[in-house]
Protein backbone atom coordinates (compact mmCIF):
# COMPACT_ATOMS: atom_id res chain seq x y z
CA UNK A 1 0.00 0.00 0.00
CA UNK A 2 1.12 3.64 0.22
CA UNK A 3 1.88 5.90 3.21
CA UNK A 4 1.17 9.80 1.97
CA UNK A 5 2.03 12.15 4.31
CA UNK A 6 0.58 16.23 4.13
CA UNK A 7 -0.21 19.29 6.63
CA UNK A 8 -3.19 18.88 8.51
CA UNK A 9 -4.23 22.27 8.13
CA UNK A 10 -2.35 25.29 6.33
CA UNK A 11 -3.25 29.31 6.16
CA UNK A 12 -2.97 32.23 3.73
CA UNK A 13 -3.91 35.27 3.08
CA UNK A 14 -6.12 36.44 0.41
CA UNK A 15 -4.31 37.39 -2.92
CA UNK A 16 -1.24 35.39 -1.75
CA UNK A 17 0.65 32.14 -3.11
CA UNK A 18 0.20 28.90 -1.25
CA UNK A 19 2.17 25.48 -1.31
CA UNK A 20 0.54 22.38 0.15
CA UNK A 21 3.15 19.29 0.46
CA UNK A 22 2.61 15.58 -0.76
CA UNK A 23 4.92 12.75 0.06
CA UNK A 24 4.46 9.06 -0.48
CA UNK A 25 5.53 6.33 -0.27
CA UNK A 26 5.14 3.26 -2.89
CA UNK A 27 5.82 0.09 -4.80
CA UNK A 28 4.13 0.71 -7.99
CA UNK A 29 3.43 4.48 -8.69
CA UNK A 30 1.26 4.84 -11.17
CA UNK A 31 0.18 8.51 -10.93
CA UNK A 32 -1.06 11.22 -8.06
CA UNK A 33 -3.59 12.91 -8.55
CA UNK A 34 -4.94 16.41 -6.79
CA UNK A 35 -8.25 16.99 -5.50
CA UNK A 36 -10.09 19.93 -3.94
CA UNK A 37 -13.09 19.39 -1.37
CA UNK A 38 -15.44 21.78 0.50
CA UNK A 39 -16.97 21.06 3.29
CA UNK A 40 -19.82 18.26 3.24
CA UNK A 41 -19.04 18.03 -0.77
CA UNK A 42 -18.16 15.55 -2.92
CA UNK A 43 -13.77 16.22 -4.34
CA UNK A 44 -13.51 17.97 -7.14
CA UNK A 45 -10.73 16.25 -9.40
CA UNK A 46 -7.81 19.41 -9.93
CA UNK A 47 -4.90 17.78 -11.36
CA UNK A 48 -3.22 14.85 -12.42
CA UNK A 49 0.81 13.54 -12.39
CA UNK A 50 2.55 10.94 -13.89
CA UNK A 51 5.46 12.24 -15.06
CA UNK A 52 8.18 14.83 -13.45
CA UNK A 53 7.30 17.94 -13.90
CA UNK A 54 5.24 20.82 -12.98
CA UNK A 55 1.75 20.67 -14.38
CA UNK A 56 -0.50 23.95 -14.95
CA UNK A 57 -3.92 24.54 -14.92
CA UNK A 58 -4.76 28.06 -14.20
CA UNK A 59 -4.40 29.57 -10.88
CA UNK A 60 -3.44 26.19 -10.03
CA UNK A 61 -0.07 24.15 -10.60
CA UNK A 62 1.08 20.17 -9.40
CA UNK A 63 4.60 19.05 -9.92
CA UNK A 64 5.92 15.85 -9.22
CA UNK A 65 9.10 14.28 -8.46
CA UNK A 66 9.16 10.44 -8.83
CA UNK A 67 12.79 9.91 -7.53
CA UNK A 68 11.77 11.82 -3.96
CA UNK A 69 8.65 10.63 -3.47
CA UNK A 70 7.32 14.05 -3.68
CA UNK A 71 4.70 16.22 -4.58
CA UNK A 72 2.95 19.81 -4.02
CA UNK A 73 -0.18 21.83 -5.34
CA UNK A 74 0.67 25.59 -5.94
CA UNK A 75 -2.31 28.25 -5.51
CA UNK A 76 -2.14 31.50 -6.81
CA UNK A 77 -3.87 34.47 -6.07
CA UNK A 78 -5.68 33.07 -3.25
CA UNK A 79 -8.95 33.66 -3.65
CA UNK A 80 -12.27 33.38 -0.65
CA UNK A 81 -13.75 29.98 -2.22
CA UNK A 82 -10.55 28.53 -2.20
CA UNK A 83 -10.63 27.91 1.45
CA UNK A 84 -11.51 24.12 1.35
CA UNK A 85 -9.43 20.71 1.73
CA UNK A 86 -6.80 19.17 -0.72
CA UNK A 87 -6.69 15.74 -1.06
CA UNK A 88 -3.18 14.23 -2.83
CA UNK A 89 -4.23 10.67 -3.73
CA UNK A 90 -1.76 8.15 -5.03
CA UNK A 91 -2.54 5.36 -7.40
CA UNK A 92 -0.35 2.00 -7.00
CA UNK A 93 -0.54 -0.76 -10.19
CA UNK A 94 0.39 -3.24 -8.04
CA UNK A 95 -1.89 -6.02 -8.26
CA UNK A 96 -3.48 -4.50 -11.53
CA UNK A 97 -6.16 -2.55 -9.09
CA UNK A 98 -5.04 1.21 -9.99
CA UNK A 99 -7.11 2.37 -7.17
CA UNK A 100 -6.02 6.00 -5.49
CA UNK A 101 -5.61 5.70 -2.09
CA UNK A 102 -6.13 9.15 -0.71
CA UNK A 103 -4.01 11.16 2.13
CA UNK A 104 -5.70 12.40 4.82
CA UNK A 105 -5.87 16.39 3.24
CA UNK A 106 -4.81 19.71 3.96
CA UNK A 107 -7.40 22.13 5.51
CA UNK A 108 -6.87 25.33 3.97
CA UNK A 109 -8.24 28.20 5.76
CA UNK A 110 -7.44 31.63 3.01
CA UNK A 111 -8.57 35.09 5.33
CA UNK A 112 -8.51 38.60 4.12
CA UNK B 1 -15.94 17.18 -17.27
CA UNK B 2 -17.77 13.78 -16.49
CA UNK B 3 -21.04 13.80 -13.91
CA UNK B 4 -21.81 11.32 -11.60
CA UNK B 5 -25.11 11.71 -9.74
CA UNK B 6 -25.61 10.36 -5.87
CA UNK B 7 -28.78 10.09 -4.36
CA UNK B 8 -30.05 10.96 -2.27
CA UNK B 9 -28.23 13.96 -0.38
CA UNK B 10 -29.16 13.27 2.59
CA UNK B 11 -31.16 10.88 5.08
CA UNK B 12 -32.47 10.36 8.53
CA UNK B 13 -33.15 6.97 9.67
CA UNK B 14 -34.03 4.91 12.38
CA UNK B 15 -31.72 2.09 13.77
CA UNK B 16 -32.58 -1.01 12.09
CA UNK B 17 -33.75 0.06 8.60
CA UNK B 18 -31.66 -0.57 5.41
CA UNK B 19 -31.36 2.25 3.20
CA UNK B 20 -30.22 2.31 -0.59
CA UNK B 21 -28.03 5.09 -1.91
CA UNK B 22 -27.75 5.31 -5.67
CA UNK B 23 -24.66 6.57 -7.76
CA UNK B 24 -25.12 7.22 -11.91
CA UNK B 25 -22.22 8.25 -13.94
CA UNK B 26 -24.50 10.62 -16.65
CA UNK B 27 -22.56 11.17 -19.89
CA UNK B 28 -20.48 8.17 -19.82
CA UNK B 29 -20.00 4.48 -18.77
CA UNK B 30 -18.20 3.37 -15.89
CA UNK B 31 -17.17 -0.16 -15.83
CA UNK B 32 -15.87 0.24 -12.41
CA UNK B 33 -17.67 2.48 -9.56
CA UNK B 34 -16.13 3.03 -6.08
CA UNK B 35 -17.78 3.15 -3.14
CA UNK B 36 -16.06 5.27 0.03
CA UNK B 37 -17.18 6.59 3.27
CA UNK B 38 -15.66 9.49 5.09
CA UNK B 39 -15.88 10.55 8.66
CA UNK B 40 -15.35 14.56 9.49
CA UNK B 41 -11.83 15.60 9.26
CA UNK B 42 -10.50 12.51 8.11
CA UNK B 43 -9.86 11.27 4.27
CA UNK B 44 -11.93 9.42 2.09
CA UNK B 45 -11.75 5.19 3.06
CA UNK B 46 -12.72 3.25 -0.05
CA UNK B 47 -15.30 0.85 1.19
CA UNK B 48 -15.40 -1.16 -1.90
CA UNK B 49 -14.66 -1.30 -5.74
CA UNK B 50 -18.05 -2.36 -7.95
CA UNK B 51 -17.67 -3.64 -11.60
CA UNK B 52 -20.35 -3.72 -14.12
CA UNK B 53 -21.87 -7.73 -14.25
CA UNK B 54 -19.82 -8.77 -11.75
CA UNK B 55 -19.39 -8.80 -7.50
CA UNK B 56 -18.28 -6.14 -5.68
CA UNK B 57 -14.87 -6.43 -4.37
CA UNK B 58 -14.50 -5.43 -0.86
CA UNK B 59 -11.53 -3.56 1.03
CA UNK B 60 -10.50 -5.53 4.35
CA UNK B 61 -12.77 -5.06 7.26
CA UNK B 62 -15.91 -4.07 5.18
CA UNK B 63 -18.97 -6.32 5.86
CA UNK B 64 -20.31 -7.39 2.68
CA UNK B 65 -23.48 -8.55 4.40
CA UNK B 66 -23.80 -5.18 5.88
CA UNK B 67 -23.11 -3.26 2.88
CA UNK B 68 -24.83 -4.60 -0.40
CA UNK B 69 -23.54 -3.31 -3.57
CA UNK B 70 -25.13 -4.05 -7.15
CA UNK B 71 -23.74 -3.10 -10.33
CA UNK B 72 -26.16 -3.61 -12.56
CA UNK B 73 -25.34 -1.51 -15.64
CA UNK B 74 -22.61 0.66 -16.50
CA UNK B 75 -24.18 3.36 -15.63
CA UNK B 76 -25.57 2.57 -12.70
CA UNK B 77 -24.71 1.18 -9.18
CA UNK B 78 -26.04 1.52 -5.53
CA UNK B 79 -25.22 0.80 -1.99
CA UNK B 80 -27.62 -0.70 0.37
CA UNK B 81 -26.83 -0.01 4.38
CA UNK B 82 -28.43 -2.73 5.65
CA UNK B 83 -30.07 -2.50 9.34
CA UNK B 84 -27.81 0.71 9.91
CA UNK B 85 -27.13 1.44 13.50
CA UNK B 86 -25.56 4.77 14.57
CA UNK B 87 -22.43 3.66 14.35
CA UNK B 88 -22.81 3.86 10.52
CA UNK B 89 -23.71 7.11 10.29
CA UNK B 90 -21.01 9.06 7.83
CA UNK B 91 -20.75 10.75 4.46
CA UNK B 92 -20.67 8.14 1.99
CA UNK B 93 -19.15 9.14 -1.29
CA UNK B 94 -19.43 7.01 -4.86
CA UNK B 95 -16.97 7.62 -7.50
CA UNK B 96 -16.92 6.57 -11.46
CA UNK B 97 -14.12 5.53 -13.44
CA UNK B 98 -14.66 6.33 -17.09
CA UNK B 99 -14.30 3.43 -19.10
CA UNK B 100 -11.66 4.06 -22.24
CA UNK B 101 -10.20 1.63 -24.76
CA UNK B 102 -6.56 0.58 -24.98
CA UNK B 103 -3.80 1.95 -22.95
CA UNK B 104 -5.05 5.09 -22.59
CA UNK B 105 -7.24 4.22 -19.76
CA UNK B 106 -4.10 3.77 -17.83
CA UNK B 107 -2.97 7.17 -18.03
CA UNK B 108 -6.17 9.11 -18.34
CA UNK B 109 -8.26 6.92 -15.81
CA UNK B 110 -9.35 10.19 -13.84
CA UNK B 111 -12.16 8.94 -10.97
CA UNK B 112 -14.98 11.31 -10.79
CA UNK B 113 -17.33 11.98 -7.47
CA UNK B 114 -20.98 12.18 -6.36
CA UNK B 115 -22.05 14.77 -4.66
CA UNK B 116 -22.20 12.62 -1.73
CA UNK B 117 -24.72 10.72 0.99
CA UNK B 118 -25.00 11.95 4.78
CA UNK B 119 -26.35 8.97 6.42
CA UNK B 120 -27.33 10.20 10.26
CA UNK B 121 -29.29 7.07 11.92
CA UNK B 122 -30.80 8.13 15.18
Known amino acids: GQNIDQPTEMTATEGAIVQINCTYQ??????LFWYQQHAGEAPTFLSY????GLEEKGRFSSFLSRSKGYSYLLLKELQMKDSASYLC?????????????FGRGTSLIVHP | GAVVSQHPSRVICKSGTSVKIECRSL??????MFWYRQFPKQSLMLMAT?????????EQGVEKDKFLINHASLTLSTLTVTSAHPEDSSFYIC??????????????????FGAGTRLSVL
Open chain 1, 89 to 101: AVRDQSGGSYIPT
Open chain 2, 50 to 58: SNEGSKATY
Open chain 2, 95 to 112: SARDRLAGAEWVTKNIQY
Open chain 2, 27 to 32: DFQATT
Open chain 1, 49 to 52: NVLD
Open chain 1, 26 to 31: TSGFNG
